[in-house]
């Protein structure tokens, strides 16, 4: 079996359907899945599919390789992500598979996956390659039943988040699987729902699902703009990334969208760790430090946190990219609808809901930069920018996850993407002075390792 070994990247499983990926493919992936499932004692494996077209047919060719291993499955259907983990926990299976493509384009399909307790990454996903090469799989007849979470997710979250008061709520769930789901939850919280997008259609017809980039949240804005909405909510095409928007318009991008969770959870949990990744606003650790906790900055990834959230015992975790994890109350995985429920829980005790979401510490700060490389060339340069390269002036220099430069009024960052052949640069300072600073000695730092490089600042 020829699968190949491109579709294998550090969080999950990830390719062109019909082409790197395929029903044959996905099949012996699912048997090495469940062959590496049984090596650790797990007997049951829950599998659930986003709302893309190719869904239905991975997610079968899923279970008929999950069963050839011996292992039993679990088929939840068409769920969010957050409902698979969740189904994960509630169903003591310990293991789980969910075919998504997440918030890739809608020829893409792939693999997010937990075996045993572990959202595994990195070696761990590149081993099932090597499992298949070598033919290393398990034999059985496993068995197949279907379950329907949905009742006992909505009445988990609703029995546990109580908000203040209804509010009125606009959702974009940009025709992902969220649409299914996000609606009604709102709605049984006590919400008046507005909705965009919610009909789930894997052409994703009107915007892409990724409330990442600002220019898929503009229908959302403009909704909220004219509409008598007090917040805008939007997903990603698997459920466990959110986009917030204020009514005036504002997008209230993750790193602080973390700063308002931090601040609930640090009050009813004193000194409690607050993980956060190095892309996050260097805003974030003086103000949990202010709320009496302890800030932890770790690598990107949501496999990453997730892992160090297990190993510190941290409340409450979040990326950049829009995965928050809460570990108080809930299971410490990421999931954009119950993330959304603990922001309106917090929302609903405020007067002016955006007012507080804006007032929020900010800075100057650029969006994701790519400097484009070479497939493995951005690892080789990020080693070598560790080891040679100067910054003088700064104040600290992380090297937890490439290389975070930090001044006393302001920041830089470069490191490798764990997805894709590129060198991930952000900046943030204080004002449009520093900003130009900290990018020309990044600038000078880039061009010495790479003359020939195309700068995107």
């Known amino acids: 079996m020829n699968v190949p070994k491109e579709i294998f990247k550090a969080y999950d499983i990830r390719g062109v359907v019909g082409e790197t990926l395929t029903a044959e493919g996905v099949q012996a992936i699912g048997q090495a899945i469940a062959s590496e499932a049984r090596k650790r004692g797990t007997t049951e494996i829950v599998i659930g599919r986003d709302g893309r077209l190719s869904g239905p047919e991975l997610s079968a060719a899923l279970a008929a390789g999950i069963r050839k291993a011996g ?3 679990v088929d939840l259907g068409m769920v969010t992500t957050g409902m698979l983990y969740y189904a994960v926990y509630e169903l003591n299976s310990g293991s789980g598979v969910m075919v ?14 937990v075996i045993a307790g572990e959202t595994i ?27 329907d979470i949905g009742n006992a997710y909505m009445q988990r979250i609703t029995g546990g988040v109580k908000l203040a008061c209804g509010m009125k709520v606009a959702i974009d769930c940009g025709n992902g699987v969220p649409g299914a789901f996000a609606p009604a939850l709102f ?28 220019e898929n949240l503009q229908d959302l804005i403009h909704a909220l703009a004219k509409g008598s909405e007090e917040i805008g909510l939007a997903f990603d095409g698997d ?53 009496g906790g302890v800030p932890l900055m770790w690598k990107t990834g949501h496999s990453f946190v997730k892992a160090k959230l297990k190993e510190t015992g941290a409340a409450l975790g979040g990326e950049m990219s829009g995965h928050v994890f809460f570990k108080e109350r809930w299971y410490g995985f ?27 510490p900010d800075s100057i700060a650029t969006p994701e930069l790519q400097l484009k490389c070479a497939e493995g060339e951005n690892f080789a340069l990020i080693d070598k920018l560790q080891k040679e390269a100067k910054f003088p002036g700064s104040e600290n220099i992380i090297t937890i996850d490439g290389l975070r430069i930090e001044y006393p009024d302001g920041f830089g960052l470069m490191r490798s993407s764990n997805t894709t052949p590129v060198i991930v640069l952000r900046f943030e300072a204080n004002n449009e002075a520093a900003i130009k600073r900290i990018q020309q000695t990044f600038r000078e730092a880039l061009l010495k390792v790479k003359p020939d490089a195309q700068l995107p600042f």
């Not at 090597?130 to 039943?145: K, P, Q």
């Not at 006590?190 to 915007?207: A, I, K, R």
């Not at 969208?257 to 993980?275: C, E, H, K, W, Y």
Request: with cysteine; net charge negative.
């Open 71 to 73: 292992i039993n499955v």
């Open 334 to 360: 990421d999931d954009a609808l119950y993330v959304g429920a603990r922001l309106l829980e917090i929302l609903s005790r405020e007067k002016d809901p955006s007012a507080v979401l804006n007032a929020l």
């Open 121 to 147: 990454h990195g070696d761990t996903i590149l081993s099932l390659h090597t499992r298949i090469e070598r033919g290393d799989l398990s034999e059985g007849n496993g068995s197949y039943r279907t379950h």
């Open 239 to 291: 459920g466990d990334r959110l986009g917030v928007v204020t009514k005036d318009g504002k997008i209230i991008y993750p790193d602080r969208q973390l700063m308002l969770f931090a601040a609930d959870v640090l009050s009813r949990n004193p000194g409690a760790t607050i993980l956060y990744d190095v892309k996050c606003t260097r805003n974030l650790a003086p103000w949990i430090t202010q709320h």
């Open 187 to 214: 709605r049984a919280l006590g919400c008046e729902v507005t909705e965009l997008f919610c009909e789930v259609d894997g052409h994703f017809p009107n915007h892409h699902p990724d409330p990442a980039h600002p």
């Open 100 to 113: 998504t493509g997440s918030h890739n384009p809608p020829d893409y399909n792939g693999l997010k996956m």
